[in-house]
């Protein structure tokens, strides 16, 4: 989820050999000319809002057409990128971009709408597919698994983890380089935080604005349970597992006494808490911690993650690029081509150029876009040490574990699901005669019904 953040700086995608160049417009372009020359149009480009990836993103245009003579490519600025309130009327209506931009909860909307190309005849020429780790290249697949098609590129990918403060896990006798790795320790770290005192809340966790469901799913994946049935029609979170996930937090907060008395939090709440010195520990992921060190001037040194609590599984999300219908082979392919050169090779790009970024000073080190595994893993993860401007050590735990853990993408209706999920969350943080069962109940039930009008 993250909000869909806009915060992902632009890390979307368009190209435009200058400013000027920048259409907002859509599918319309009409592919290979007759000598040979193709022109494509490209989604989420930097808005002018975000000056310093839109220089980037012009400068890197240039290299590449110089690179591709053949090729033009206009990018499409439109902000938000992918915008919930528009998105489904533009796919119906044709109106995407030649190569447009999707967060992986599209993925499967789009396949199943016919609107998007399949490109698996293309397959070859994808840079490191067979590196990209098989959960995000599966979102863009009929039904989500390796059913011999593709509709889709990932570009973007987090995992989420647990956030901690280094500095409150030394004041409390913690050690500071071995977080909680499961819900158990969490509490007992939690209780010993808390007993700081000064107002020191040991864990904290969302309950509103679609963040509190959010963060139940992904507490129940980190249980090893599941939010929806494999064909996605009806809840299946009203278990063992959900429950857990309700009762432990209702435990934290009314037997512990660890959650402090300020509920109703959402997405920026937990990060300035952080800020502040006196919050333990959150669920989140590692690019949270570059929002704090440049929003409230918090020394990366005083912060980590470790890997999400239970380790059987872990929320991912993230984003990628689709291939309008229309496309014409040449324009697919030369979409393909622009998405390596920006976004899937090592080294140059918007994510990739590591000298780059390190002398615009933008955080280099953070362990995400977590896309590859094997050697363009390892290949990537050692041109980024060269150029780390963070200590990377304060990861090390959440790196080594996300190998062994299943990375579960958000589930079919998230943001639906999330809103609902909310006042389950809000009630057993916020009543201390909550019923954690019947709350799961009628979670269900909305979600169940979420689920079902999604099917007509």
Known sequence: MRLRTATRVALATGLVLSAAACASSNSGSSGASADGKVSITVGCMPPTTQAGPRANWIADVAAFEKLNPNITVKGDDSNP?????????????????DVFYTY????????????????????????????????LTNIYK??????????????GNYSLGLVYSKTLFQKAGLDPNKPPTTWDDVEADAIAISKLGNGTVGYADYSAANTGGWHFTAELYSRGGTMVTPDGKSAAFDDANGLAVLQFLHKL????????????????????????????????????????????????????????????????????????????????????????????????????????????????????????????????????????????????????????????????????????????????????????????????????????????
């Open 142 to 155: 009929q039904g989500g698994t390796a059913s011999g098609d593709l509709y889709g590129i990932p570009k």
């Open 81 to 97: 990128c992918d915008d919930p309130a528009t998105f489904n009327a533009k796919l119906a209506g044709g109106k995407m971009d």
């Open 104 to 135: 992986f909860t599209d993925g499967a909307n789009v396949v199943a709408s016919g609107q998007a190309a399949d490109i698996q005849r293309y397959a070859g020429q994808i840079h490191g597919l067979a590196d990209i780790q098989p959960a």
């Open 253 to 456: 907060r009314f037997t512990d006494n660890v959650m402090g008395a300020k509920q109703g939090l959402q997405y920026n709440d937990l990060l300035q808490m952080m800020a502040s010195g006196k919050l333990g520990m959150y669920v989140g992921d590692p690019v949270t911690l570059t929002t704090i060190h440049d929003q409230y001037n918090v020394s990366y040194d005083d912060m980590a993650v470790g890997p999400m609590p239970g380790q059987a599984a872990t929320l991912v999300g993230g984003d990628g690029y689709m291939f309008n219908k229309k496309d014409t082979p040449a324009q697919i392919q030369a979409g393909i081509k622009w998405i390596n050169y920006e976004f899937l090779t090592s080294g140059q790009g918007l994510n990739f150029n590591y000298p780059r970024r390190a002398e615009q000073k933008e955080p280099v080190g953070l362990p995400e876009p977590d896309l590859w595994t094997g050697a363009t893993a390892s290949a990537d993860a050692a041109a980024m040490a060269r150029y780390a401007n963070m200590p990377v050590a304060n990861f090390a735990t959440y790196v080594a574990a996300l190998p062994s853990m299943k990375l579960l993408v958000e589930p079919p209706q998230a943001q639906a699901l999330y809103a609902q999920g909310d006042k389950a969350m809000d009630a057993v943080l916020t009543d201390p005669n909550a019923d954690p069962q019947k709350l799961l109940d009628t979670f269900k039930a909305a979600a169940n019904s979420i689920l079902a009008n999604a099917q007509q």
